[in-house]
């Protein structure tokens, strides 16, 4: 079945009158696939659902928060490739979608999840707040910040790398205006989060990209 769904997202065009009588029903059945005990099955649920994240992204909008948090569920998998597919496909979604919307699914996770979920919540913002402009993610910064800075207390090294690269994506927008919303860090968190965020920006006026810049 999974196979004639993406043989469908491939061959048939986005405007066919196919796809509004039946998206949200193969939708469906492929996030249904996603939580199938059958590795294989899941596997080819997440390849159907990214081919149709390819073809359809736009009919993906309706559904934004219910694809989000089930594709997050889909990073906790025990099977390696599919965690990573997990993750690919979030970022397709991202990209597709309206950054608030986004953002409001994700800061909730953040605030309530262990890893690998909160590690991969954050990454994921990182690639949300270079979407908003500099007011709108100032009018956001009294959501976000708290459950980052929380974070940044975390035992895991990883998750405090992931909440520094997130808050230099954040200077990267707001500048100099970001510098007060830190003032909560202790001392050694907000050197480091100024060591990367020069790093990163000394690396961008030579041309760098932000992957290069931060070592990643």
């Not at 196979?3 to 009158?17: E, F, G, H, N, T």
């Not at 099977?79 to 608030?100: F, I, K, T, W």
Request: charged residues 20%; positive net charge; aromatic residues 6%.
């Amino acid at each position: 079945a999974f196979l004639k769904m993406q043989k469908m997202a491939m061959v048939i065009s986005a405007d066919s009158p196919v796809w509004a009588a039946h998206f949200e029903h193969a939708l469906e059945a492929m996030l249904r696939g996603l939580q199938h005990e059958d590795e294989k099955i899941r596997d080819q649920a997440m390849i159907c659902l990214k081919d149709l994240l390819r073809s359809q992204p736009q009919r993906f909008r309706a559904f934004t928060e219910h694809v989000l948090l089930r594709l997050l569920s889909c990073g906790r998998d025990s099977h390696r490739d599919l965690a990573v597919a997990a993750e690919e496909a979030l970022e397709m979604l991202l990209a597709v979608s309206d950054p608030h919307r986004c953002m409001a699914v994700l800061v909730p996770v953040v605030l309530k999840e262990t890893l690998p979920t909160l590690q991969l919540a954050i990454r994921l913002q990182s690639k949300v707040v270079g979407r908003f402009s500099q007011l709108q993610l100032l009018s956001i910064l009294p959501q976000l910040l708290p459950p980052l800075f929380e974070a940044f207390k975390n035992a895991n090294a990883d998750v405090r790398k992931a909440v520094v690269f997130c808050l230099v994506d954040m200077y990267l927008v707001l500048g100099e205006q970001l510098t007060p919303h830190l003032a909560s860090l202790s001392t050694s968190q907000l050197k480091l989060v100024t060591i990367y965020i020069n790093k990163t920006t000394k690396a961008k006026a030579a041309g760098l990209t932000h992957q290069e810049a931060i070592g990643m």
